[in-house]
């Protein structure tokens, strides 16, 4: 299974963007399909989107759609997770994880990053 790490998040304010990354290592990355969740307190873990393996396709919630961007970048095994137009509801802990497949159940990942604070203040 590879490893995975994220970093990138703060506290900013609405509207703010901020880019997450998430590295991976000890495994085979490109072959993964990589997902971003959010997890805010007392509330359960939430799809974000995905990514394919090789052609870059992306699949993103609703909450999300035309306000972030999923990309990666192979060759030095980072996936990222692009925020715009960030609103207090953003706010969560965002992790990466690596599956097979792009569903939107978190149960089907099988390697997960420690997470990284996202917080929008009004």
């Known amino acids: 299974q590879v490893q995975l790490a994220e970093s990138g998040g703060g506290l900013v304010q609405a509207g703010d963007s901020l880019r997450l990354s998430c590295v991976g290592s000890?495994?085979?990355?490109?072959?993964?399909?990589m997902a971003w969740f959010r997890q805010a307190p007392g509330k359960e873990r939430e799809f974000v989107g995905s990514?394919?393996?090789?052609?870059?396709?992306?699949f993103y919630a609703n909450s999300v759609k035309g306000r972030f961007t999923i990309s990666r970048d192979n060759a030095n095994n980072t996936v990222y997770l692009y925020l715009t137009d960030l609103r207090p509801e953003d706010t969560a802990v965002y992790y990466c994880?690596?599956?097979?497949?792009?569903?939107?159940?978190?149960?089907?990942?099988?390697?997960w990053g420690q997470g990284t604070q996202v917080t929008v203040s009004s």
């Open positions: 994880a690596a599956g097979s497949t792009g569903t939107a159940n978190p149960r089907q990942y099988d390697s």
């Open positions: 000890g495994g085979a990355f490109s072959s993964n399909v």
């Open positions: 990514i394919s393996q090789n052609y870059g396709f992306t």
